[in-house]
């Protein structure tokens, strides 16, 4: 079997390139030799000189301009690009995919149960379980927390969070929980921003659950101002009033994340 002479050309023309970016946001590169057109699943490890100040393309031997996409289809913005940093580019067939995530990526607070202000519910400690807190049946019981949403210097970017809920239903059979969350964004008083309110409810069917079953649920997405600095939620067991839940066992609440 004849060996297959791979020329400089073909190297360029494949897969793994190599280059330095020129310009501020509108970039360009040029290689030598030169790419003769773009092709789904070349991957570029380009240097760039200077850091993006606003949403970036990338235009490679003149043969056109593709947006550069950071988490997939996601605009770059300002700051995503630093001087000086090399970035592996994947040619997905529209745009430019960074390749791994971007330092200003903004990431949801790692909630505790235990760093929660309880209304009415009983925080307990059990060896086997951890944390947990009780929202008893025969009150509208509440679990209150204030979110920093400045992650490691990253400022909130108007992401949709997403609260979900791991719990187990205690004793009694049938009927429904009614989860209700509250919610507002705030930035410390910042007229730059308004705050946000709303209330998001989830009746939980408890019929099909066995005595302590863990199982779990998912709240609507809620969103935000970008710059938002605080998220106050308040997650509440509606058992008494109008509106009130049907299941008369009590609930415990196992944990409590936000998700992007």
Known sequence: MGLTHVTTETLQNGTFINGTAAGTNSYTLTLTPALTAYAVGQQFNVLFTNENTATATLNINGLGAKAIKRNGSKATKAGDILSGQVFSLMYDGTDFQIVGRVTTDWSPTALSLGDGITNGATTSLNAGAGIYINFDAASDDELLYNVAL???????????????????????????????????????????????????????????????????????????????????????????????????GDAELYGFNLEK
């Open 150 to 248: 400045d992650r490691n210097g990253v400022p909130y970017d108007g992401s949709d969070i997403i609260v979900e809920l791991y719990w187990m239903k205690f004793g009694a059979s049938g009927g429904t929980v009614k989860w209700e969350l509250d919610y507002a964004f705030t930035n410390l008083g910042d007229d730059a921003y308004s705050a946000v309110d709303g209330t998001e409810v989830n009746d939980v069917n408890v019929t099909g659950l066995g005595n302590q079953e863990l199982t779990s649920n998912s709240f609507a997405a809620i969103s935000g101002p970008a710059g938002a600095k605080i998220l106050q939620l308040t997650l509440r067991r509606n058992s008494t009033g109008a509106g009130a839940d049907t299941y008369t």
